[in-house]
C-alpha cells in the first residue's frame, strides 16, 4: 500500500528547484502520448555501465526538475506508466568507515516517463507516477521496481536521488545510464516514436565531469527487462 505524507520540506525544496527549470527542462511539462508498446521488443540482451562500486563519495547534484511535493513509501512506483521494466537497487554506503552499509537512510527516486514527462507538475499536477521512497535495510539497500527514464530536450537520460538521514538530506545525486543501454530500449516499445536521446552522457552539463562515478551498472534486455545498480557514498 502507497504511504502519502505531505512533505515537511516542501517549499524549500520547491525553492531550489526553481532555480533548475531554466534547465533543459522544455519536455517536462509535455503530456504523456500513452502510445502503446511494441509487440516486437528488440531481444538483444545489453549490458554496460560502470559498478561506480569504488569507495568514493558520490557526487552532488542539483535537485534538478521536479522535486516531490509528496511523501509516497512505495517500491514499485511504475502506477499506469507503460515502458521496459527496470529493477534497481541502490547501496547507500559510508566512505568514512570502509564503505560499511547504511541502513535505516530514506532513498527516494523521480523520473521522467517515456514521453519526457513528470507528475506532480504542468498538465500532471494530479498525478504521482515515477516517485518512491524506500528505507534501506541492514544491507543499505532499497530496491524500485520501475520503467527505464525517457529523455527530455537538454539532459541524458537520468534518474533523480535524494538521500535523508534523520530528516535531513545527506546527499542529492543522479544516476546516468550506459549509452549502448539508451540506445537498446529507445529504439523499441513505447520509446521507438522519440527515438535516441540526442543528449549524451558526455554531453551533459551534470554528468560531463563525474560520469564515471555515476553511472549504472545495467543488464538485461528491453524484451524481458532490466536490472540496475549503483551505489551512493555518503559520509554518514
Same mark, same amino acid.
Given at each position: ?15 531550489? *528547484? =526553481?532555480? @533548475?527549470?531554466?534547465?533543459? #527542462? ?7 502520448? &500513452? $502510445?502503446? %508498446? +511494441?509487440? /516486437? ?5 545489453? *549490458? =554496460?555501465? @560502470?559498478?561506480?562500486?569504488? #569507495? ?7 535537485? &534538478? $526538475?521536479? %522535486? +516531490?511535493? /509528496? ?166
Amino acid at each position: 500500500m502507497t504511504q502519502k505524507i505531505r512533505r515537511r520540506e516542501a517549499l524549500a525544496v520547491i525553492g531550489a *528547484a =526553481g532555480a @533548475a527549470l531554466a534547465f533543459g #527542462c522544455g519536455g517536462d511539462t509535455a503530456t504523456p502520448t &500513452g $502510445p502503446s %508498446p +511494441s509487440t /516486437t521488443p528488440a531481444s538483444t540482451p545489453t *549490458a =554496460g555501465g @560502470a559498478t561506480n562500486s569504488t #569507495c568514493t563519495v558520490t557526487p552532488n547534484e542539483t535537485v &534538478g $526538475p521536479y %522535486p +516531490s511535493v /509528496t511523501d509516497l513509501f512505495r517500491s514499485d512506483i511504475r502506477e499506469d506508466r507503460p515502458g521496459t521494466p527496470l529493477a534497481l537497487t541502490m547501496t547507500v554506503v559510508n566512505t568514512s568507515n570502509g564503505c560499511s552499509p547504511v541502513p535505516g537512510v530514506n532513498v527516494e527516486i523521480w523520473q521522467c516517463d517515456a514521453a519526457g514527462s513528470y507528475s506532480q507538475y504542468g498538465g500532471q499536477t494530479a498525478r504521482t507516477y515515477l516517485r518512491g521512497i524506500q528505507t534501506t535495510n541492514a544491507s543499505g539497500q532499497v530496491t524500485f521496481t520501475t520503467i527505464y527514464p525517457g529523455w527530455y530536450q537538454g539532459r541524458a537520460t537520468h534518474i533523480h536521488v535524494d538521500v535523508v538521514r534523520r530528516g535531513t538530506s545527506a546527499k542529492v545525486t543522479q544516476i546516468a545510464f550506459p549509452e549502448p543501454a539508451n540506445a537498446a530500449v529507445y529504439g523499441t516499445g513505447v520509446y521507438a516514436p522519440r527515438g535516441a536521446n540526442p543528449t549524451s552522457n558526455t554531453r551533459d552539463d551534470i554528468f560531463a565531469d563525474s560520469l564515471s562515478s555515476e553511472l549504472a551498472s545495467i543488464s538485461g534486455d528491453p524484451a524481458t527487462g532490466m536490472t540496475a545498480t549503483f551505489q551512493v557514498g555518503i559520509t554518514a
